[in-house]
């Protein structure tokens, strides 16, 4: 049997000289997780390691398992239009999930419109409107999450922890709409409906421990959070479930919800997005952006050049029109990337007249790619010299990016 404990449940065990002092752990005003840490340690004596356990999860750092919650990095760029139709990363770590079926528009941007304490958010505009919803049609915002960085929420044992998610929101006007979690090693999910209004409000979902279906201690995708903004009725037909269940489509979302494809004028904003373990949901966990960033490098990473000649990484030719390089990663990645180049191939783009920039297999790990280039002007290198892939700054300044991905 799973047990489901919180910071204020815990202190109720503590000497109760110290009553004056629980004030500090009400979550509406803040926690000093200094004082509550020497508030506790010094009345432990009636603790488990479980309560242990607990305090670390909600009081210490590291608490939220969202990376980029507070929608601050956007390696990718902060606008794109005419969405809907494939499912799309902007903001780092936040993916838009769509099959495809809906005729719905949207743009998404990272905006500087945030609530107090946040300087950035996410937000969906409605661009074309879908009000014949057929029933397979679907919309999402997604997190994916690596089952490694899961394990000490000890899903499918009779230690599993109840988890909460915390999020800013606001919209257009009021609207209805879904947060869940789904168990991808296991095929298992939950989910609740929450309300938005015009106005910025912090939203607190708690869903139960799930004793059943443990999470793989791995690199691969073990489970998402998913904010449900469109849906048709193989979706919506059945009733919500707010306890784990084998995955049923039709319990996902429920009825009474919103479509965000109801009307051009339909928004959507969400921010300071936290999921942590326990009951309780603590002050959103900021940090240095630098840190959320090597957070995100994992998963992944532009390498952008805007001048004329921007160099990407020196290579050693071989042959008068061939060369391989080596580009490091900042971050070690989550596995082997792909590499996509936004800029076609060509001698209007490249220098060296290149044609071909592809991945040089053998030499491609978490750390580094190998990159082969290849020129079709028949003397461009020196056979057995070096060479830079760059841009022909003869064309002026090119803005080319080099984007190595890893996602979930």
Request: proline share 2%; charged share 15%.
């Amino acid at each position: 049997m799973s047990r489901t404990r919180d910071i204020a449940t815990i202190l109720s065990k503590t000497d109760a000289a110290n009553a004056d002092n629980h004030a500090l752990l009400n979550t509406s005003s803040g926690v000093d997780s200094a004082e509550v840490i020497t508030l506790i340690t010094a009345n432990s004596s009636n603790l488990d390691s479980a309560d242990m356990q607990t305090i670390s999860s909600q009081v210490s750092g590291n608490r939220n398992l969202v990376i980029n919650g507070a929608m601050n990095v956007a390696q990718r760029g902060t606008s794109l239009t005419g969405q809907g139709a494939t499912s799309i990363f902007l903001l780092d770590r936040f993916r838009m999930n769509t099959n495809g079926a809906s005729a719905g528009r949207y743009t998404i941007t990272q905006t500087a419109d945030g609530p107090s304490g946040f300087a950035n958010c996410l937000k969906l505009e409605c661009t074309t409107a879908d009000t014949s919803i057929a029933a397979g049609e679907r919309l999402f915002l997604e997190h994916p999450f690596e089952g490694q960085n899961l394990q000490k929420i000890a899903k499918g044992t009779s230690d599993a922890q109840s988890l909460t998610v915390s999020f800013y929101v606001k919209g257009n006007a009021a609207a209805t709409y879904v947060a869940g979690l789904y168990d991808n090693d296991n095929n298992r999910q939950v989910s609740k409906q929450f309300a938005v209004t015009s106005s910025w409000n912090r939203i607190t979902l708690t869903f139960p421990a799930d004793t059943t279906g443990a999470l793989g201690d791995d690199n691969a995708l073990s489970m998402q959070l998913r904010f449900y903004l469109h849906a048709g009725s193989n979706y919506t037909s059945g009733t919500i479930s707010e306890t784990w269940i084998a995955a049923d489509g039709t319990k996902t979302v429920g009825s009474g919800t919103t479509s965000f494809f109801d009307s051009t004028s339909r928004t959507f904003f969400i921010t300071g997005v936290q999921l942590e373990t326990g009951d309780v949901a603590t002050p959103f966990e900021h940090e240095d952006y630098v840190i959320t960033l090597n957070k995100c490098l994992r998963y992944f990473y532009r390498l952008r050049k805007t001048n004329a000649w921007g160099e990407f990484c020196t290579i050693r030719t071989y042959s008068a029109d061939d060369g391989t390089g080596i580009i490091y990663f900042p971050q070690p990645m989550r596995a082997q990337p792909t590499l996509t180049i936004d800029k076609t191939v060509n001698s209007t783009n490249f220098a060296y007249d290149l044609n071909s920039i592809s991945v040089a297999a053998s030499d491609v790990n978490v750390t580094q790619i190998g990159i082969a280039a290849a020129s079709s002007s028949g003397s461009a290198f020196v056979t057995g010299g070096g060479a830079t892939i760059q841009t022909n700054g003869g064309s002026g300044a090119i803005d080319c990016s080099f984007d190595f991905a890893a996602e979930l």
